[in-house]
């Protein structure tokens, strides 16, 4: 029962709260979408913890996410004892840049008191929960050796049993308690996800790479409001006009590629 | 936009006005989209002009342009930490007055004071900087001296600058530029600030930002802000809903000294790569290429075809920037060198040698023409730092225009002057006696309505194209948040 609620409610919620109202927030309230950054008020002490942070966090979630996605791939790769270990330590090393790099904003965030003045309470339960599971995470990789190929025999069919609608706990249940609060940790996290600043995550600008430097929009198309002069007769509240007569033009003009 | 240096009184009554209407807010407190600054001074934030501290602006590579802050492969490295971008201690923490202790504290021996509290912390601080830290320090060895422009000046040009007889400063009221090749549009890495089409006005979509901050390190004006608060940035819209309802922005409207001018400019966009690949000090001139005449019967036909308004193309004719920029050379942009085509022009103020002090006596006689322009004291060198990409004799020019005035209208109403001389002056500039009265006029005497030449935007005709109930919008302002602008969690 109390497993049925912890691998089964539990993840189809957090899944469905985290995926509603990300969009919700995303349709209803754009304006909060933003990285929140605190390097203006605090940037030294911001660089070894945020850089860190960052490429070790993502690091340690690609490797979780190539182990779902291509599970047979990962148990091919670790055939060769060498690189098994490559693996491992690749793993454990990002592991422990985000757990330094995190560590770091902490005491950033609790000791300069610039910073301090944009803490909500949601970044307090956000960092908490980060802290938790990174902390289990290296855990994990320091003291159950071979992680990167018993996850994709033992978490990976569960995940995958999740997500075929098809919940299957056999292979979780036997795991130690500290493996079972790191997937249960992971779903506290997706269900703080759409109410927190992890949103920022979904916002990365990776258009930027291939967009053209300016941009101009013109709010209207003068020519196409010229046609529609003289003045047409007044209309009633909730009367739409056809939807020939689109709506303001905005589309980026290049002025030049690079 | 053309700003006349020589009326400035630095009176910063267009930043306060600018204060009021847009940025008293919080997480606002320290920006300053309208501030006027002493030179030499180090200005706003702190020695903003210092490129090589900033990495601000353009910078030519292989003869394509690219930002200073580096290439756009490597720049995405630098989301998770921007190594450019300035601190809050470039500007300064933003304090007001514990004034509650005046009345409430315990009656005792000392006066009560109210002493000053940080708006970000609400702790005490010791005010170290602020936005007008520098006012009026034009000697100052401590603060003027920093001023980057004077780097590039020779030991003795510094000490001309310096000795104390000849101390001198001026002001510069700075705003956003609203550049043609806006640096801070192309460092957005999530396109939100955007160039407007119809007058050029240049806006960060406040939905669409996302805090990364690059805009703030890539503006060399350092005219784009980030909001502690809210985690966006922000900056100038020149009071887009005014212009809109044909008032001027704020700043112009309630200058004292009546230096501010604006008009609509006509310019060829398809022209902004090659006037990008010239050396700096022709940079002005090839801005200049750029702006068209709206007189010009082919220039006039195009800009109908392309769908400009007959009413906004008559009022580019009469526009006063047009006059000050293109036809009478006499506005230059500050610091073309950082290559984003300012579309804010400036008219270099005068400040000449009028005379020379002797043994008490008081000489204001001068042997040669446009000597005192010459002589003048702050060396022609430092002006064309900050106006001319280093080009020395627009500058020049466009002093010595402004002094040819002065003599053309001496002649005239005073009387006192050889004719022949002034002639020759005028003629020396190739300017005409009309030309040097109509300077006159538009400098000295312009109403308001030559002053601000706003182009009619015809927000109804916009208004029709939409689909939405344009009877919702009945009363609206036209502008504004569909919700809170309050910081995410």
């Keep these: 029962m109390h497993n049925n609620l912890l691998y089964i409610i539990l993840p189809y919620t957090a899944f469905t709260i985290a995926v509603v109202f990300t969009i919700h927030r995303y349709r209803k309230d754009a304006f909060t979408y933003s990285s929140l950054s605190s390097q203006f008020l605090e940037s030294k002490e911001l660089f070894y913890g945020s850089v860190a942070w960052h490429f070790g966090v993502i690091g340690a979630l690609a490797g979780h996410v190539i182990g779902f996605l291509l599970p047979s791939g990962v148990r091919w790769f670790n055939g060769v004892p060498v690189r098994l270990y490559i693996l491992e330590t690749t793993g454990l090393l990002f592991g422990l840049l985000a757990l330094i790099g995190i560590i770091s904003l902490v005491v950033r965030r609790a000791t300069s008191s610039r910073v301090r003045a944009v803490t909500s309470k949601m970044d307090v339960v956000v960092v908490t929960l980060l802290l938790i599971q990174v902390s289990l995470g290296v855990y994990i990789a320091v003291f159950y050796r071979w992680g990167s190929s018993w996850y994709v025999t033992s978490a990976v069919p569960y995940l995958r049993s999740l997500w075929a609608l098809q919940p299957d706990l056999k292979m979780i249940e036997p795991l130690p308690l500290v493996i079972k609060l790191h997937i249960v940790n992971f779903y506290l996290l997706l269900i703080v996800f759409p109410f927190s600043r992890l949103v920022h995550m979904l916002v990365i600008p990776l258009q930027y790479l291939w967009r053209p430097y300016q941009i101009v929009i013109w709010n209207w198309n003068r020519r196409r409001a010229q046609a529609h002069a003289p003045q047409p007769a007044r209309q009633p509240a909730g009367v739409t006009s056809p939807a020939d007569e689109a709506a303001a033009e905005t589309q980026p003009v290049s002025v030049y590629t690079r | ?489």
């Design chain 2, 1 to 489: 936009m053309v700003f006349h240096l020589d009326k400035c009184i630095g009176c910063h009554t267009c930043s306060i006005a600018c204060k009021n209407v847009w940025t008293d807010r919080k997480g606002a407190e320290y920006m300053w989209w309208n501030n006027v600054e002493t030179k030499p001074g180090t200005g706003y934030p702190t020695a903003w002009e210092d490129q090589n501290k900033y990495h601000g602006g353009w910078e030519q590579n292989n003869g394509q342009p690219d930002l200073k802050m580096g290439r756009r492969e490597l720049r995405v490295l630098n989301i998770f930490h921007n190594p450019h971008l300035p601190k809050l201690d470039d500007y300064y923490e933003p304090w007001t007055y514990k004034y509650e202790d005046l009345f409430d504290s315990p009656e005792g021996a000392d006066q009560p004071t109210a002493r000053p509290i940080s708006m970000i912390t609400g702790k005490y601080v010791d005010i170290e900087a602020g936005p007008n830290w520098d006012d009026d320090l034009g000697g100052s060895p401590v603060y003027a001296a920093n001023d980057p422009n004077l780097d590039k000046l020779t030991e003795e040009e510094r000490a001309q600058v310096f000795e104390i007889d000849k101390l001198v400063f001026f002001y510069l009221p700075r705003i956003c530029n609203h550049c043609v090749n806006p640096a801070c549009v192309a460092a957005c890495p999530s396109g939100a600030i955007y160039k407007r089409g119809e007058d050029g006005i240049v806006l960060i979509n406040q939905e669409k930002c996302r805090g990364w901050r690059m805009c703030v390190t890539a503006c060399p004006y350092k005219k784009s802000y980030y909001n502690w608060s809210t985690g966006k940035s922000e900056k100038c819209i020149l009071c887009f809903p005014r212009l809109e309802t044909g008032q001027a922005p704020a700043c112009f409207h309630s200058c004292v000294g009546r230096i501010r001018y604006l008009g609509g400019l006509l310019y060829d966009a398809d022209r902004l790569l090659d006037a990008l690949r010239v050396p700096d000090d022709k940079l002005v001139e090839a801005q200049r290429e750029m702006i068209l005449d709206p007189r010009d019967p082919q220039v006039r036909e195009g800009a109908l075809g392309n769908g400009i308004d007959a009413r906004a193309l008559e009022a580019c004719e009469r526009s006063p920037v047009y006059r000050y920029v293109k036809e009478w050379k006499m506005a230059l942009p500050l610091h073309p060198e950082f290559r984003t085509l300012p579309m804010l022009f400036y008219v270099p103020p005068l400040l000449p040698v009028m005379a020379k002090s002797e043994d008490g006596l008081y000489d204001s006689s001068n042997a040669e023409l446009f000597s005192p322009i010459e002589k003048a004291r702050l060396p022609m060198k430092y002006m064309a730092s900050l106006f001319a990409g280093g080009n020395q004799d627009l500058v020049r020019y466009a002093l010595k225009k402004q002094y040819a005035v002065r003599l053309f209208k001496r002649l005239d109403t005073v009387g006192d002057m050889d004719a022949a001389a002034v002639k020759r002056a005028l003629e020396q500039l190739n300017m005409t006696e009309e030309e040097a009265e109509q300077i006159f006029r538009l400098t000295a005497l312009p109403l308001f309505d030559e002053r601000f030449v706003i182009p009619p935007s015809h927000r109804e005709q916009a208004l029709q194209m939409l689909n939405d109930d344009m009877w919702a919008e009945k009363g609206g302002a036209g502008f504004g948040f569909r919700e809170a602008p309050v910081r995410g969690a």
